[in-house]
């Protein structure tokens, strides 16, 4: 079956400009990760979506990130005002209820200039 | 919290010859513990998991890993590199008695270099 795909794969920004990065997860799959890896941090934990529960937003790093998920499938993670500390390859995963073991999507690579 | 140590950022290892990758945790409850492999600009591969039972855990492409409670523990090990294994590989954590905290913490990772 198809696998978590995210879009796009690559994205090219400028400082100051909005993002939005979209993650299709498994059909299915009720629980939704944002995580974000760069050469400094290693990977970190973002967001957490499961069901139609409230998300844990606790690993957002600044007012500037949100992400919602929208009838409980695709999700969309939004930066605004990009800074060149958030060039990252920005991962997405998903999993059956919120224990299952996490499958992860290729990752969009953000760049900002 | 819960964290994750990868002690070695790189292992050089002989094809044929066998491979340990290491990772030690700490949680406060039980753990949930994962190994994921990175292939060069693809996303992780889930490679195997321990959530209780056995503490010794098969896994993808012959991967094993063993879970030591009292060291805190769990290894990734093959009896025979390939080649092909050269990756990164990420050891990750989650309190399973942690009902708010469902997120995996990740080790910063560990090259594998397996040389012909």
């Known amino acids: 079956g198809a696998g978590v795909s995210q879009s796009p794969s690559n994205k090219v920004t400028e400082k100051g400009k909005d993002v939005e990065l979209r993650c299709d997860p498994i059909s299915g799959h009720t629980a939704l990760y944002w995580y974000r890896q760069s050469l400094g941090q290693g990977l970190e934990f973002l967001i957490y979506?499961?069901?139609?529960?409230?998300?844990?937003k606790s690993g957002l790093p600044s007012d500037r990130f949100s992400a919602e998920r929208t009838g409980g499938s695709v999700s969309t993670l939004t930066i605004q005002r990009t800074q060149q500390e958030d060039s990252a390859v920005y991962l997405c995963?998903?999993?059956?209820?919120?224990?299952?073991?996490?499958?992860f999507g290729p990752g969009t690579r953000l760049t900002v200039l | 919290a819960q964290s994750v140590a990868q002690p070695e950022d790189q292992v050089n290892v002989a094809e044929g010859n066998p491979l340990t990758v290491k990772c030690t945790y700490s949680v406060s409850g039980n753990p949930y513990l994962f190994w994921y492999v990175q292939y060069p600009n693809r996303g992780l591969q889930f490679l195997l998991k321990y959530i209780t039972g056995d503490n010794l855990v098969k896994g993808s492409y012959g991967f094993e890993a063993e879970f030591n409670k009292s060291q805190t523990s769990f290894h990734l090990k093959k009896p025979s590199a390939l080649v092909s294994d050269s990756a990164l590989y990420f050891c990750?954590?989650?309190?399973?008695?942690?009902?708010?905290?469902?997120?995996?913490?990740f080790g910063g990772g560990t090259r594998l270099m397996v040389k012909p």
């Open positions: 995963a998903s999993s059956l209820a919120g224990r299952g073991e996490q499958f």
């Open positions: 990750a954590v989650r309190d399973m008695n942690n009902n708010a905290g469902n997120m995996l913490t």
């Open positions: 979506f499961q069901g139609n529960s409230a998300p844990d």
